[in-house]
C-alpha cells in the first residue's frame, strides 16, 4: 500500500488564501457603499450584481451600450509605487468614457482584479480607486472578482479589469452620421499620460534613459513616479453635460493610437477633420518622453493623447454654450479644428497641422 502523507493538501498550501480574500472583502464594502445608484438592488456580496431596469421605462426606445477595458502597464508603475488607491480612476475612465462617446449614460460597471496574492488592504485600495471614479462618473459598481494566481503571478503582481454598462435613447445615439461639413472640433484637456502608451514610456525613461521613479524632475514639478500615477481624467459627466446644453454630433476618447486615429473612427466618408496643433501646448512630460528617447513626433502621436483626453465635435453655433459648459464644470476646453469636406483621392480622414504651441 502507498503511505499516505501525514496532512492532505490544502487550497492555503497551493497558495490561495480564502480568510485574506474574505478579509479583501468586507475592507472594500464601505467603498462599493459610496459608488451606487437608486436602481441598484442588494448589496456586495452576492453572485451577481442587480440593477432596477424599470428605470429605463422613462425612455422611448432605449439602447444599452457596453465596454470593457484595463489599464495595460501602468500597473507596474502603481506596483513599483505602492500605490494602489489611483489606479482604479484610471480604469473607470477608461471604461465609462468609451461609453459615453455613443451619448450613453453610464448605469453600473463590474470589475476584475487579478492578483498573485491577495493583501487585503491592497485590494480594498484597489476597489476605493474604482468606486471613487464610479462616483465620478455617475455610475454604481455592482459587484466584481478578485482572483489569486499564485504561481501565475508574482506575490507583489496584479492586474485590473472592468466592464461597464450605459444606456441611450435610440434616437440620440451619437456618431459619424450625425457630423456634417463646417462642424468645429472643441478639444478636452487630459490630465496627463491617462492610460495609454506606457510600454512605450517605460521603455524610454526606465529602460533607455535610466530614470528612477523617486527622481525630482523641475518640468514636471514633483516626482516621475507621481506624474506616471497622475489618475486619468473621467469625462463622462462633462460629455453629457454638453448633450444636455446643445447639440453635440458626436464625441472621440483619444486612447491607444493617439489622437488622428481615435477622431477618425468618427469621422464618415467623404470628410475629413482638419486639427490644429498650435491650438494648444501638450504638458511636459509629452516632451520629456520625446526627449529621452528620441522619440519622432509622428510616433509620439501614434501612441500618446498628447495633452488632449477627449474630443467633440458639434455645430458651428454650438461652439459658445459648448465652450460654456465646459468652462463652468472646471473643464480646459478648446477649439481645435473643423469638419471639411474631402476632396477626391484624398485617404486621410483627420490631418494634424501646424506645430505644439510653446
Known sequence: MTPRSEFGSTYAAAGVDIEAGDRAVELMKEWVKKASRPEVVGGLGGFAGLFDASALARYERPLLASAT??????????????????????????????LVVCGAEPLF???????????????????????????????ALVGGETAEHPGLLAADDFDVAGAGTGVVEADRVLGADRIRTGDVVIAMKSSGLHSNGYSLVRHVLFDKAGWALD??????GRTLGEELLEPTRIYALDC???????????????????????????????????????????????????????????????????????MAVVPAESVDVALATCADRGMD???????????AGETEAVTLTGDYAS
Open 109 to 139: 460597471m463590474t470589475d476584475y482584479i487579478c492578483v498573485g496574492k491577495v493583501y487585503p488592504e491592497r485590494v480594498a485600495a484597489i476597489v476605493k480607486g474604482i468606486a471613487e471614479g464610479c462616483a465620478l462618473a455617475g455610475c
Open 215 to 220: 527622481r525630482e524632475v523641475p518640468e514636471l
Open 333 to 343: 476646453a478648446w477649439v481645435s479644428g473643423e469638419i471639411l469636406d474631402r476632396a
Open 69 to 98: 477595458d484595463g489599464v495595460g502597464t501602468k500597473v507596474d508603475i502603481a506596483r513599483r509605487m505602492g500605490v494602489y488607491d489611483t489606479i482604479g480612476h484610471d480604469l473607470v475612465g477608461m471604461v465609462v468614457d468609451d
Open 240 to 310: 453629457l453635460a454638453l448633450t444636455r446644453t446643445t447639440e453635440v454630433h458626436a464625441f472621440s476618447h483619444i486612447t491607444g493610437g493617439g489622437l488622428a486615429s481615435n477622431l477618425a473612427r468618427v469621422i464618415p466618408e467623404g470628410l475629413r477633420a482638419v486639427v490644429d496643433r498650435s491650438t494648444w501646448t501638450p504638458g511636459p512630460v509629452f516632451g520629456l518622453v520625446g526627449e529621452a528617447g528620441s522619440v519622432e513626433r509622428l510616433e509620439l502621436e501614434k501612441t500618446l493623447n498628447m495633452g488632449v483626453g477627449m
